[in-house]
């Protein structure tokens, strides 16, 4: 008999034989159970967990609507395939009539991913591919991105102009927005006010032509000269 974490185990005509003297009891259990939900929670950020929470609940109601049970008990590859059906028609219905952009649907594939890894310890979407051909689709015909128009080289000057130069505090603020707008501008914003040009460089350090038909092959390196 050997004495394993006060566990006694006995070995008899092969099978193993468990001593529950000193096995955990219910509060030890509560108290691991409690450790294990706190790590799981812990392990996305707060506000991850609040979307991925949202998104099943949206997912349950959804299949309530229809109505539709799932059977836990079905054997593990028929369970993945049954789920990920209601899933796509969740995901479907989400962005088909609710009119959700790509984000939106994105989240909410992860947010319920996320439920059946924890609480299943299944993952729907590993290796499905035609989930990634979806999304892909739905990512062209719904991301639309309004690209925010910069805040122009005149209009930086106007504002700083209009400051009290000679004031400590003023000279302080102009420093922020002078830095803050340089590292906020886009590098094709940049260009577009003349304030800097790119040079691009081979493998060998020669600066090559912007009109060069293979620039794209051989240019590694880039710089930008103000």
Known sequence: MAAINAWSISILNG????NNENAPGADEIADEDEFQAAAFASSIAPSSSK???????????YLGR????IDYDLPKDQLIS????W?????????????????AINGKSYGIRWHFLI????????????????MRGVKRLRHHPQRKIPVSLSLLLLTIISLDLTSFRHLVIAAGLILGWYFGTRISELISFHLCSIVLYDAHG????LTAPDLVDRAVEIDLKF
């Open 15 to 18: 099978k193993n034989l468990y």
């Open 51 to 61: 979307k991925y929470s949202g998104a099943m609940r949206d997912f349950m109601q």
């Open 66 to 69: 229809i109505p539709v049970e």
């Open 82 to 85: 049954l789920l990920r059906k």
């Open 87 to 103: 899933i796509r028609r969740f995901l479907l219905s989400e962005g088909g009539v609710r009119g959700l952009s790509f984000s």
């Open 119 to 134: 609480s299943h310890e299944i993952d729907v979407l590993e290796g499905w591919v035609q989930h990634r051909v979806f």
């Open 206 to 209: 020669a600066v090559l032509s």
